[in-house]
């Protein structure tokens, strides 16, 4: 079995005249946390956007774990293994802590008409089943929090959220799991947190693969053991954080060093 999980061979996306990737090769091996970084409008959240299936690419393949997944649905990526949050919150406020992560895992949830008014007492037991996954995903960040799951989800502050839709991603057991910008409109310490809790999720699924875009360095530095860096939809640098900070490319496209 290929060490990789995910392979991009010359993946192209255009918008008009506008390539918003361009040729990209990359891999990503099984359990490794790998960051993906440069400016904005560099390609990145496009390449996850192309992944799960919200854009169709414009040239190239991508691969999943041994299959051809290019072009396939947002739901077909999901039901192959692939997770992701977003930059922008995609809670539903209103909502309870629990019923927010099982919108997660709706599709893998029977509930048609007939199952959900016929079939009570199996609607029971795959409710009750969903809730003690759900509370043992939410105590893995904090217990005290798995104590509020019928709590609305808006009345937590940020990085609670963050939790939260960690936690939406991971209920339905991906492989790979995709962090668009985690620690967007956090604090310094929630920031230093939310890495802790990244790093305890990979511990304890150590056959989990990451992907994390980020701005925030420091985070790269600490979670990843390794880097892709984009400029205008190509890959410019690879290597460990530590090679590509020293990449002459990278100061000069992303750290603003001439």
């Known amino acids: 079995?290929?060490?990789?999980?995910?392979?991009?061979?010359?993946?192209?996306?255009?918008?008009?005249?506008?390539?918003?990737?361009?040729?990209?090769?990359?891999?990503?091996?099984?359990?490794?946390?790998?960051g993906l970084i440069g400016p904005n409008g560099s390609g990145k959240t496009t390449s996850f956007n192309v992944v799960t299936g919200i854009y169709s690419p414009s040239q190239g393949r991508v691969r999943f774990d041994g299959q051809d997944i290019t072009g396939l649905s947002a739901r077909k990526v999901y039901e192959a293994?692939?997770?992701?949050?977003?930059?922008?919150?995609?809670?539903?406020?209103?909502?309870?802590?629990?019923?927010?992560?099982?919108?997660?895992?709706?599709?893998?949830?029977?509930?048609?008409?007939?199952?959900?008014?016929i079939r009570r007492g199996a609607l029971r037991r795959q409710v009750e089943e969903g809730y003690d996954k759900a509370r043992e995903l939410v105590a893995g960040f904090s217990r005290e929090l798995a104590g509020r799951m019928f709590e609305p989800v808006?009345?937590?502050?940020?990085?609670?959220?963050?939790?939260?839709?960690?936690?939406?991603?991971?209920?339905?057991g991906p492989k790979l799991l995709l962090l668009d910008e985690p620690s967007a409109g956090m604090t310094h310490d929630e920031t230093a947190q939310l890495m802790d809790d990244i790093l305890a999720v990979r511990?304890?699924?150590?056959?989990?693969s990451i992907i994390i875009?980020?701005?925030?360095?420091?985070?790269?530095?600490?979670?990843?053991?390794?880097?892709?860096?984009?400029?205008?939809?190509r890959k410019i640098s690879e290597g460990s954080y530590a090679q590509i900070a020293a990449d002459p490319e990278v100061q000069s496209a992303y750290l603003g060093v001439d």
């Open 154 to 172: 808006g009345a937590l502050p940020m990085i609670e959220r963050r939790r939260i839709e960690i936690c939406r991603a991971l209920v339905s």
């Open 1 to 34: 079995m290929s060490d990789a999980l995910l392979e991009f061979e010359g993946l192209g996306k255009s918008f008009g005249g506008v390539r918003a990737l361009d040729g990209l090769d990359m891999r990503v091996k099984r359990g490794e946390i790998l």
């Open 213 to 233: 875009i980020e701005h925030e360095m420091g985070v790269i530095e600490r979670l990843t053991d390794h880097c892709v860096v984009l400029s205008y939809g």
């Open 203 to 208: 511990d304890r699924m150590d056959d989990l």
């Open 81 to 117: 293994g692939i997770a992701r949050t977003f930059q922008r919150s995609r809670l539903c406020l209103p909502l309870s802590i629990f019923d927010n992560i099982m919108i997660g895992n709706h599709a893998r949830l029977d509930n048609g008409l007939w199952f959900n008014l």
